[in-house]
Structure formats: structure tokens, C-alpha cells
């Protein structure tokens, strides 16, 4: 069975510019989550889908972050226009119906300049 | 808010047990896991806890009080493999779960 996908692995651009981050998660598994570890501290959340909707979206930063879970299968991340402060390692995670066991990718390492 | 505390480092020699201890203040509390992360990569599941109590699975085992908001993952028969960063989380349900992690505990396994 294939593990939780990112993709890039890395992603390197100019403050102002725009980052798409993509997550396929385990097939079957309603839910998604994203994370992020900025530099030196712990992993935060961002937001958890149920298939295709917003279950909470408490941890995103502000409006300059958009998620997206087209058909309840993989998620975008988009982050327009990147701040310095946006740089870190973005995490995506799935599970089944029972939250606790959450399955991560290898992540994004994501840096503005 | 939400908060854990973890130790930022613990060093133990091949073959010993080492246990990392894990105090955290949350609100919406549903259970504690644990999370092994080698060298920046993907953080995988180790254990989880609902209840009080010692969870075993085979040299890991992880403990849970409630009443005292307060866990800890215990490691036997240390291994250089073991050597990764270590994270509690507080597992949070509110209309679906979300994971409040704690900032990490860099265990290095000496010869």
C-alpha cells in the first residue's frame, strides 16, 4: 500500500511569488490534514479535511493560505503571495476514521528568500 | 492555549531504556500519542493512549495519567536506529480530531 505522497520534495522562491504544495493521501483515507514545522519549533496544525470539506481550518496563518481537496481524493496548499515567515516544512497526513494513528508523508521543505 | 513540554535532548548508550517524559495543558484532550521523526523526514505513529495506564508494543511502551497530564514513552534494549527526534502529541477532538505536537526530544543512541 502506498504511503501519504508530497509533492515537491523542496521548493525555493522569492518573497511575493506563489507556491502550490500538493499532498495525495492513502487511498481510502477521509481524512487529510496539514502541518507545519517552522524552523527550530514544533509541528503545528494547519487544517483537517473530511473528503472534500473544511472539517477545521483553525491553524491557518491568515488569508494568504488557501486549501483545496478537489474530490475528496488530494489536496493543494497554496500560499499567495509567500512571506519570509512562510518558510518551514509542510506536512500532510491521513487517516481513517479513527483520528489517532495519522499517517505523514516526508513533507515539503518550503523557503522564501 | 495549548501547550507540551518534552525534554530537548536525552542521550543513552546501546542496549539501556530510556524514558522521555511528556507534561502537557490542553483543552479538548482525547489522547497522547507518539511520533518518531529520523532526520527530517516523516513523522510515524508510534503509540497512542486514551486511558491511564501502560501501553506496550514490543521495546516501545507508553504511559498515560490523566489526572496528572502527564505521559512518557519508554524505550528498552536501545538500538543505534532509535537514534531520532521524538514527539508527544495531544490529540484534540473538535468536530474531527488534530494533533497538538510538542517541540521534539533529540534522543542520540551512543556505542
Known amino acids: 500500500e502506498a504511503g501519504v505522497t508530497q509533492f515537491p520534495s523542496h521548493s525555493v522562491i522569492e518573497k511575493g511569488q506563489t507556491v502550490t504544495l500538493r499532498c495525495d493521501p492513502i487511498?481510502?483515507?477521509?481524512?487529510l490534514y496539514w502541518y507545519r514545522r517552522v524552523m527550530g519549533k514544533e509541528i503545528k496544525f494547519l487544517l483537517h479535511f473530511v473528503k472534500e470539506s473544511k472539517q477545521d481550518e483553525s491553524g491557518m496563518p491568515n488569508n494568504r493560505f488557501l486549501a483545496e481537496r478537489t474530490g475528496g481524493t488530494y489536496s493543494t496548499l497554496k500560499v499567495q503571495p509567500a512571506e519570509l515567515e512562510d518558510s518551514g516544512v509542510y506536512f500532510c497526513a491521513s487517516s481513517q476514521e479513527d483520528f489517532n494513528e495519522q499517517f505523514f508523508g516526508p513533507g515539503t521543505r518550503l523557503t522564501v528568500l | 492555549g495549548q501547550s507540551l513540554e518534552q525534554p530537548s535532548e536525552v542521550t543513552a548508550v546501546e542496549g539501556a531504556i530510556v524514558q522521555i517524559n511528556c507534561t502537557y495543558q490542553t483543552s479538548g484532550f482525547y489522547g497522547l500519542s507518539w511520533y518518531q521523526q529520523h532526520d527530517g523526514g516523516a513523522p510515524t505513529f508510534l503509540s497512542y493512549n486514551a486511558l491511564d495506564g501502560l501501553e506496550e508494543t514490543g521495546r516501545f511502551s507508553s504511559f498515560l495519567s490523566r489526572s496528572d497530564s502527564y505521559g512518557y514513552l519508554l524505550l528498552q534494549e536501545l538500538q543505534m536506529k532509535d537514534s531520532a527526534s521524538y514527539f508527544c502529541a495531544v490529540l484534540i477532538y473538535n468536530q474531527g480530531g488534530k494533533l497538538i505536537f510538542g517541540q521534539g526530544t533529540e534522543l542520540s543512541v551512543k556505542p
Open positions: 487511498s481510502g483515507h477521509d481524512n
